[in-house]
């Protein structure tokens, strides 16, 4: 479990840095950029999560 949380921070982290850089090379606020890059990621990895999670309770995959 402790891995699990350590992937996520790393996954966190660069997804911010990335959004820290996509604002700079626009010129825009770096802290909205690196929020809003971070959110995104961390929107998408729970969707993803959840259209897994569900597709294995209805037994279309299996993990």
Same mark, same amino acid.
Request: zero cysteines.
């Given at each position: 479990?402790? #891995?699990?949380? $350590? #992937? ?13 850089? /996509? @604002? /700079?090379?626009?010129?825009?606020? /770096?802290? $909205? ?5 971070? *959110?995104? *990621?961390? *929107? $998408? #990895? ?6 897994? @999670?569900?597709?294995?309770?209805? *037994?279309?995959?299996? $993990?």
């Amino acid at each position: 479990m402790d #891995a699990l949380f $350590v #992937a996520i921070g790393i996954s966190i982290s660069t997804s911010f840095t990335v959004g820290v850089i /996509k @604002s /700079k090379m626009a010129n825009t606020n /770096k802290i $909205v950029g690196g929020l809003e890059m971070a *959110g995104l *990621g961390t *929107g $998408v #990895a729970l969707i993803g999560y959840g259209i897994g @999670s569900e597709l294995t309770n209805l *037994g279309i995959i299996s $993990v």
